[in-house]
Protein backbone atom coordinates (compact mmCIF):
# COMPACT_ATOMS: atom_id res chain seq x y z
CA UNK A 1 0.00 0.00 0.00
CA UNK A 2 1.15 2.99 -0.87
CA UNK A 3 1.45 5.88 1.08
CA UNK A 4 2.55 9.35 1.28
CA UNK A 5 3.25 11.80 4.16
CA UNK A 6 3.77 15.59 3.73
CA UNK A 7 5.15 17.77 6.85
CA UNK A 8 6.47 21.30 6.53
CA UNK A 9 3.25 23.41 6.52
CA UNK A 10 2.21 26.26 9.04
CA UNK A 11 1.67 29.86 9.52
CA UNK A 12 3.98 32.68 7.54
CA UNK A 13 3.93 36.34 7.59
CA UNK A 14 3.36 37.52 3.14
CA UNK A 15 6.90 37.37 1.76
CA UNK A 16 8.01 34.37 4.15
CA UNK A 17 9.18 31.63 2.81
CA UNK A 18 7.96 27.14 3.54
CA UNK A 19 9.93 24.51 2.44
CA UNK A 20 6.97 21.39 2.17
CA UNK A 21 8.11 17.46 1.87
CA UNK A 22 6.88 14.32 1.29
CA UNK A 23 7.79 11.05 1.79
CA UNK A 24 6.61 7.92 0.20
CA UNK A 25 6.57 4.40 1.04
CA UNK A 26 4.87 1.24 0.54
CA UNK A 27 6.62 0.78 -2.67
CA UNK A 28 10.62 -0.61 -4.24
CA UNK A 29 9.38 1.28 -7.23
CA UNK A 30 10.72 4.96 -8.57
CA UNK A 31 7.69 6.89 -8.95
CA UNK A 32 7.04 8.35 -12.81
CA UNK A 33 6.29 11.69 -10.94
CA UNK A 34 6.11 13.46 -8.10
CA UNK A 35 4.36 16.56 -7.14
CA UNK A 36 1.98 18.99 -5.60
CA UNK A 37 -1.53 20.41 -5.81
CA UNK A 38 -3.26 23.10 -3.67
CA UNK A 39 -6.35 23.56 -2.60
CA UNK A 40 -8.03 26.90 -1.41
CA UNK A 41 -11.57 27.05 0.26
CA UNK A 42 -14.04 27.11 -2.37
CA UNK A 43 -11.64 26.44 -5.10
CA UNK A 44 -10.57 23.37 -6.99
CA UNK A 45 -7.68 21.77 -6.34
CA UNK A 46 -5.19 22.60 -8.91
CA UNK A 47 -1.58 21.52 -9.65
CA UNK A 48 1.15 23.69 -8.38
CA UNK A 49 4.16 21.59 -9.51
CA UNK A 50 4.81 18.35 -10.89
CA UNK A 51 8.75 16.85 -11.24
CA UNK A 52 8.28 13.87 -14.28
CA UNK A 53 11.27 11.09 -13.81
CA UNK A 54 12.87 12.87 -16.90
CA UNK A 55 13.60 15.28 -14.99
CA UNK A 56 11.01 17.70 -16.79
CA UNK A 57 9.34 19.92 -13.91
CA UNK A 58 6.08 21.95 -14.35
CA UNK A 59 4.84 24.82 -12.58
CA UNK A 60 1.47 26.75 -12.26
CA UNK A 61 2.15 29.93 -13.56
CA UNK A 62 1.29 31.63 -10.59
CA UNK A 63 4.45 29.98 -8.79
CA UNK A 64 6.74 30.39 -11.55
CA UNK A 65 9.95 32.02 -10.15
CA UNK A 66 8.72 31.70 -6.59
CA UNK A 67 8.45 27.83 -5.92
CA UNK A 68 10.91 25.45 -6.66
CA UNK A 69 10.31 21.30 -6.74
CA UNK A 70 13.06 18.71 -6.55
CA UNK A 71 12.75 15.40 -5.86
CA UNK A 72 14.89 12.57 -4.48
CA UNK A 73 14.45 9.51 -6.77
CA UNK A 74 15.98 7.08 -4.96
CA UNK A 75 14.41 7.85 -1.61
CA UNK A 76 11.07 8.62 -3.13
CA UNK A 77 10.61 11.93 -1.46
CA UNK A 78 9.70 15.01 -2.98
CA UNK A 79 9.90 18.99 -1.95
CA UNK A 80 7.87 22.15 -2.62
CA UNK A 81 10.86 25.30 -1.41
CA UNK A 82 8.16 28.38 -1.47
CA UNK A 83 9.69 32.03 -1.32
CA UNK A 84 7.79 35.12 -1.17
CA UNK A 85 4.62 33.80 -0.14
CA UNK A 86 1.20 35.37 -0.70
CA UNK A 87 -1.85 35.61 1.15
CA UNK A 88 -3.41 33.91 -2.53
CA UNK A 89 -1.22 30.89 -1.75
CA UNK A 90 -2.93 29.90 1.03
CA UNK A 91 -4.49 26.57 0.91
CA UNK A 92 -3.99 22.71 1.71
CA UNK A 93 -1.25 21.24 0.15
CA UNK A 94 -1.12 18.03 -1.43
CA UNK A 95 1.54 15.67 -2.30
CA UNK A 96 0.69 13.94 -5.44
CA UNK A 97 2.33 10.64 -7.14
CA UNK A 98 2.13 8.18 -9.72
CA UNK A 99 3.44 5.01 -10.47
CA UNK A 100 3.17 5.16 -14.18
CA UNK A 101 1.68 7.89 -16.78
CA UNK A 102 -1.14 5.76 -16.67
CA UNK A 103 -1.47 4.67 -13.46
CA UNK A 104 -3.08 5.21 -10.02
CA UNK A 105 -3.12 8.41 -8.46
CA UNK A 106 -1.42 8.42 -4.90
CA UNK A 107 -2.25 11.33 -2.63
CA UNK A 108 -1.08 12.39 0.88
CA UNK A 109 -3.58 13.41 3.66
CA UNK A 110 -2.36 17.14 3.28
CA UNK A 111 -0.71 19.93 4.88
CA UNK A 112 -1.71 23.38 5.39
CA UNK A 113 -0.20 26.77 4.45
CA UNK A 114 -1.48 30.07 5.94
CA UNK A 115 -0.05 33.15 4.21
CA UNK A 116 -1.02 35.93 6.80
CA UNK A 117 0.02 39.07 8.83
Known amino acids: QVQLVESGGGLVQPGGSLRLSCAASGTIFSFYVMGWFRQAPGRQRELVAA???????NYADSVKGRFTASRDIAKNTVFLQMNSLKPDDTAVYYC???????????WGQGTQVTVSS
Open 96 to 106: HAKLNKYGSDY
Open 51 to 57: VISSGTT
